[in-house]
């Protein structure tokens, strides 16, 4: 069964969704706010996909 989490980005802080696909197990963790990507495997924890965009100082 999957489900859906809330999480914080670990890139920008921001609330983020954490994913946990059981039957693909895989972990995912998505932020709509900077772009952040990150999957997972949930039984080794290797990572599979990541994107991580650089953070801009908006002053």
């Known amino acids: 069964m999957d489900r859906i989490q809330a999480v914080r ?3 920008c802080g921001n609330h983020a969704e954490r994913y ?3 039957s693909r ?3 995912q963790t998505q932020c709509p706010f ?3 990507l990150m999957i997972t495997c949930s039984r080794t924890g290797n ?3 990541a ?3 650089g953070l ?3 002053r």
């Open 9 to 11: 980005c670990p890139n």
């Open 47 to 49: 990572v599979v996909e």
């Open 25 to 27: 197990h895989q972990v």
């Open 51 to 53: 994107y991580a965009p």
């Open 20 to 22: 946990h696909l059981t």
């Open 34 to 36: 900077c772009d952040y």
């Open 56 to 58: 801009f100082d908006r």
